[in-house]
């Protein structure tokens, strides 16, 4: 069991707060909310207790099925639940056609804005109309039912088109986040052995036009099938791309098919809806499974009831879709509900640092979902860029990703919140496809730092090593001890990984009793309110971005006269945690500039610019243990400027005192 890795409130840029808010700690979810809230029953947390798991029903209800599913819950192959079984239905169908079938054709679907300002609205018809024209493209490319197609762009209109003409069609959709590496992207095709590929030319950067079609065609060279590929012409004129013997226009297929009617597919409740890459202890990415009935009503039912989502709302995740948040918060719970989700393209500094703020006033945005990372750099500018703007539309405030600090949350409740937007601070992950720990936004009182209790129906618990669970205050581990419906089902095509990452600690396979372990630490208080320190494996979170040290590692170990590396996690002002990389090299090597650079640029092309090291330190040895283990701990610490913990355990105890004079010197 790898020890915690408890987080200390600091790295806060200082920033000014009244002596009021300071010393509060609990908040009131006001009045005007409760008012008019979907969820406001305090007798929810019962119901839901009491009819478990029949209470999974009420979110099934929130969909429309083709068939109606026999059973809510089928355990009877533990930790492979089934949820829904029987049960039939197609996810583009419940974001799509249902809506339009009920008079809402001309209600704004998705509202997204360029970064130069450009903007484009799809109706919930308009929306329909282009993603039945795209599925009909990727059937006459010879998609079928069951095809992974790989999704490789940035926050434009045509990624969540794609995912639905997908999802239309029966195909699942591995998305991958547009700004990881060629290489990264050729991974996860592989491993997902997929054939076809939607990418684009290119976006825009802080202004700037990137070229995305080169870093596809780098990533396509290391693909093992024949791929066929569509390319969006995001750029026009502004960067002309090739387009090779197996592309194809995006815009040319959709005017050839536009008019196309395509029935959606029924798909059986556990059919994959998409596939999800993530980080995890080894070097190689998981590849996690959703399914159709399960995921969207889960997705749906947390819309709902935390994030109080209504269909005449403008609501915002700023989040990127190329991330699990944006798979369920800006595309399947938001549009299951008939809402109108936004989208921007760009950096909430560009052109100015009010960006964000000027597009929830243009906008009359009500719902404003966003990670503690971006809230402290939104501190750090200063609150003069929010007061330009009237951001009286908002209703509710939400966090996700990482921890967030009291005073973050609190500069936040006040700045951006008016003192009259609830803030959900909601724990959950890739795998667990929803939200699993936050406050109910009518229902529960805040308390900043702290996610809250688990959300009715999920029966989350922070023990210690044993299992057992602890008494308030104390750090231990979080478990999941049912299962819900939004939990992913399996790592593709890895069954066994699945229960070594997630059900080997805490289960007890011969009393099929089974715990769902996150490996994450956590204390609870005498509320049931649970913190979540962060990450208790070899994972760490930059910026809301969850990266594996040892993807990290490889790449490092790559570069020629490196012989060892370890990466950890140290704490970041801004981002929460950075990369700090600790190298010793080869003895024919030497220590220089030139070896950094080329080191930084090997986990660029291995994973992309979110992993760039904040710190290469060169160390001719790493604190190791007696029997060869590399301490991390100590490493943390030493990157995060704490006390260093106990060293006597060392091997090397010398080494530790080295390093450490040399990241205080900042060499
Ligand atoms: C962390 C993102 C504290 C946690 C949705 C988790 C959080 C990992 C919170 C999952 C939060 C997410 N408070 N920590 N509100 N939300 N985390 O898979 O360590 O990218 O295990 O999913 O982010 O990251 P992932």
Not at 510 to 537: H, I, N, Q, S
Request: net charge negative; proline share 6%.
């Amino acid at each position: 069991m790898v020890a915690v890795f408890m987080s200390d409130d600091t790295g806060e840029p200082e920033v000014e707060l009244e002596a009021r808010l300071e010393e509060r700690e609990t908040f009131e979810p006001p009045e005007s909310f409760v008012e008019q809230a979907n969820v406001s029953d305090p007798d929810v947390y019962e119901e839901f207790e009491e009819n478990w798991p029949d209470c999974w029903e009420r979110a099934a209800d929130l969909l429309s099925w083709d068939e109606a599913y026999d059973t809510v819950l089928e355990d009877g192959d533990a930790p492979f639940y089934e949820w829904f079984t029987g049960g039939e239905l197609n996810a583009s169908y419940n974001c799509l056609d249902r809506h339009v079938e009920e008079g809402a054709k001309n209600r704004a679907a998705i509202k997204w804005e360029g970064e130069l300002g450009e903007t484009r609205t799809y109706t919930y018809g308009d929306l329909l109309n282009e993603v039945e024209a795209f599925a009909a493209a990727l059937r006459d490319l010879g998609v079928e039912e069951d095809d992974v197609v790989t999704l490789y762009m940035p926050m434009i209109p045509e990624l969540p088109i794609a995912m639905l003409a997908c999802a239309r069609i029966g195909a699942p959709h591995s998305v991958v986040f547009a700004g990881f590496s060629a290489d990264a992207l050729a991974t996860r095709m592989n491993s997902a052995d997929s054939e076809y590929l939607v990418t684009c030319d290119g976006y825009y950067r802080r202004g700037d036009a990137l070229n995305h079609k080169e870093k596809a065609d780098k990533g396509l060279r290391g693909v093992e099938n024949d791929v066929q590929t569509v390319v969006v012409d995001r750029l026009g004129d502004e960067l002309t791309h090739f387009l090779g013997a197996d592309a194809h226009d995006y815009g040319e297929l959709v005017a050839d098919h536009e008019g196309a009617s395509v029935e959606p597919v029924s798909r059986d409740a556990e059919d994959m809806l998409f596939l999800m890459y993530t980080s995890g202890t080894t070097g190689e990415p998981k590849g996690v499974k959703h399914t159709t009935g399960g995921y969207l009503a889960y997705t749906a039912w947390t819309s709902h009831a935390v994030l109080d989502v209504k269909p005449e709302d403008t609501y915002w995740c700023a989040a990127d879709i190329g991330w699990i948040t944006g798979h369920s918060y800006i595309v399947y719970g938001p549009l299951a509900l008939g809402t109108t989700t936004m989208m921007y393209e760009g950096t909430p500094d560009y052109p100015e640092k009010d960006r964000l703020w000027d597009l929830i006033e243009r906008n009359r945005v009500d719902t404003f979902y966003t990670a503690p990372t971006a809230i402290r750099s939104f501190m750090k500018w200063g609150t003069e860029y929010p007061e330009r703007h009237d951001l009286s539309s908002l209703r509710l405030l939400g966090t996700v990703g990482e921890p967030i600090n009291p005073r973050a949350w609190k500069w936040y409740y006040k700045h951006i919140g008016g003192e009259e937007c609830p803030i959900v601070d909601t724990w959950w992950q890739t795998e667990t496809g929803g939200m699993m720990i936050t406050t109910l936004p009518a229902i529960n009182e805040m308390k900043p730092g702290s996610a809250g209790p688990p959300l009715p129906g999920i029966d989350a618990r922070v023990v210690d090593a044993a299992g057992e669970e602890i008494s308030a205050g104390e750090a231990g581990y979080l478990t999941v001890n049912d299962p819900w419906p939004g939990m992913l089902r399996t790592l593709y095509r890895n069954d066994e990984r699945f229960i070594e990452e997630y059900w080997q600690e805490y289960s007890d396979p011969d009393a099929d009793e089974w715990v769902y372990f996150p490996e994450d630490g956590a204390t609870v208080d005498e509320d049931g309110y649970v913190t979540v320190l962060g990450r208790v494996d070899d994972v760490i979170n930059v910026s809301g971005h969850r990266l594996g040290t040892m993807e990290i590692e490889s790449a490092i170990v790559g570069v020629p006269g490196v012989a060892e590396a370890a990466v950890v996690g140290g704490d970041h002002e801004i981002k929460g945690e950075a990369v700090y990389t600790y190298v010793i090299l080869e003895d024919d090597a030497e220590p220089s500039e030139d070896m950094r650079e080329r080191i930084v640029a090997a986990v660029e092309d291995d994973i992309g610019p979110i992993a760039r090291p904040e710190e290469v330190l060169f160390t001719p040895e790493l604190p190791k243990t007696r029997s060869g283990k590399i301490m991390r701990r100590l490493l943390e610490d030493i990157a995060s400027g704490d006390e260093l913990g106990d060293t006597s355990t060392l091997r090397n105890p010398e080494i530790v005192d080295e390093i450490a004079d040399q990241v205080d010197s900042g060499a």
